[in-house]
């Protein structure tokens, strides 16, 4: 089964910046998409971005889209989510998590996920 941790959370100033890690092990065959999602109290999950393991589609959410950057690093297993000009909005749990069918239209549908890692944007 894979397995996901994601580190890089923390506390950041509006106009400020991140840079999310996940690390993955396991079977890279059990998923055809992998991504970052986020979780606000009161508010729904939301897909923010997810890659596709084979050809490289992307997918961003609208919030997501000239702020946030998706990439990935095959040799260290590890994909990553740049975000910059955060916002209080996008406070959150971030959680990195695999799809099993690839990118949609309307992003990814995770079926196996990580802990998560705070993100909270405050003056």
């Known amino acids: 089964q894979v397995h996901l941790v994601e580190s890089g959370g923390g506390l950041v100033q509006p106009g400020g910046s991140l840079t999310l890690s996940c690390r993955v092990s396991?079977?890279?065959?059990?998923?055809?998409?992998i991504g970052w999602f986020r979780q606000a109290p009161g508010k729904e999950r939301e897909d923010v971005s997810c890659?596709?393991?084979?050809?490289?589609?992307?997918y961003y959410a609208h919030s997501a889209k000239g702020r946030f950057t998706i990439s990935r690093d095959n040799a260290k297993n590890t994909v990553y989510l740049h975000m910059s000009n955060l916002k209080p909005e996008d406070t959150a749990v971030y959680h990195c998590?695999?799809?099993?069918?690839?990118?949609?239209?309307?992003?990814?549908?995770?079926?196996?996920w990580g802990q998560g890692t705070q993100v909270t944007v405050s003056a």
């Open positions: 998590g695999t799809d099993s069918i690839g990118v949609g239209f309307s992003g990814c549908d995770y079926e196996n």
């Open positions: 396991g079977p890279s065959s059990d998923f055809k998409a």
């Open positions: 890659i596709s393991s084979s050809d490289g589609t992307m």
